[in-house]
């Protein structure tokens, strides 16, 4: 279902000037929810989530992703902390604090939870520069999970 309907979302989402940060289909209070994770350079508002409501409304009516089961739309900002799944998740957070949790603690250390700026990503690894100014690569093997890091 997701696939079916992840073609006509980001293209409707790229006309409005957002961007695709993710998709889930769930049962939700005894519901069916489609939720669609949107985000943009400049945040996302509660008008920003209505305005990509009403605009995904038609295009799925006619697409029919669920094959005439009801579902609830939702849209939503992916939330101040939630893990990175993408490469452009990444790339949205290149030189911003982040936190890496580890499976283990890395070699000389006890900590599990590692932060600093985001300084680059790939396929094998990300690297943060530390407080100290030391840059740290770690294997995304070894990242249990990367998400912004929020202070209070």
Not at 41 to 48: Q, V
Not at 67 to 73: I, Q, S
């Amino acid at each position: 279902m997701i696939e079916r309907a992840k073609p006509v979302i980001e293209n409707t989402l790229s006309a409005l000037g957002y961007e695709l940060v993710d998709i889930e289909y769930k049962n939700l209070y005894g519901q069916k929810h489609l939720i669609v994770y949107v985000a943009s350079e400049r945040g996302i508002s509660l008008d920003d989530c209505e305005i990509v409501s009403n605009a995904l409304d038609k295009p799925l009516d006619d697409l029919d992703p669920t094959a005439g089961v009801p579902y609830c739309l939702d849209v939503s900002s992916p939330g101040l902390d939630r893990p990175f799944k993408t490469r452009r998740d990444y790339e949205r957070n290149y030189g911003k604090s982040v936190e890496i949790k580890l499976y283990a603690p890395l070699s000389g250390t006890k900590d599990k939870l590692i932060v600093g700026k985001l300084v680059s990503y790939d396929d094998d690894s990300v690297a943060i520069e530390t407080a100290d100014g030391k840059t740290l690569s770690v294997k995304n093997s070894a990242a249990a999970l990367v998400r912004p890091h929020i202070e209070f």
